[in-house]
């Protein structure tokens, strides 16, 4: 799949395999058909490199964290049929390292390099947990199978 302008620093398969999402240092998030490696769509949201991203385990939400702590939340539903429906969420200060969704999609985890890790709502973008814990930055962030617990890992070796 040829297109990025910078290195690809992440990418995501839908539960099915049919699209693969890109993300990429050139401040864009690319989705592509499988089946024949056609891009279709391009988003460009994000103002600094993008350095993750996740599909959820049923395929209903994109979400993506850049360089500057922003993360695009997408809802595949919206962006298929070529409708943009981006929510961008602010309040982190640093580098997103990782993202996480709960299975279906309701909600998005973020860690990131100023220490916190966050939940937050997919349906309006609103920050409905901030975990501040960690004394140096979290690299790492999951939720379990049944969504019910969140663990995140940091740089000051410790798993909260």
């Known amino acids: 799949l040829v297109g990025h302008d910078a290195a690809v620093n992440a990418f995501a398969f839908t539960p099915e395999g049919e699209y693969i999402a890109t993300a990429s240092a050139d401040c864009t998030v690319r989705l592509w058909r499988t089946q024949d490696g056609t891009c279709v769509g391009i988003f460009t949201e994000h103002e600094a490199a993008v350095t993750h991203l996740v599909i959820s385990d049923d395929g209903s939400v994109l979400a993506s964290g850049a360089e500057n702590g922003t993360v695009c939340v997408r809802k595949m539903e919206e962006i298929l049929p070529g409708r943009n429906g981006t929510i961008l969420l602010c309040g982190h200060n640093a580098r997103v390292n990782a993202l996480t969704c709960t299975p279906r999609g ?37 939720i379990s199978d049944d969504g019910s617990v969140l663990a995140s890992g940091a740089e000051g070796r410790c798993v909260r």
């Open 106 to 142: 309701e909600y998005v985890a973020t860690a990131t390099a100023d220490c916190t890790v966050r939940l937050w709502g997919t349906e309006d973008g609103a920050c409905v947990a901030t975990f501040t814990e960690h004394e140096a930055a979290v690299t790492h962030v999951v």
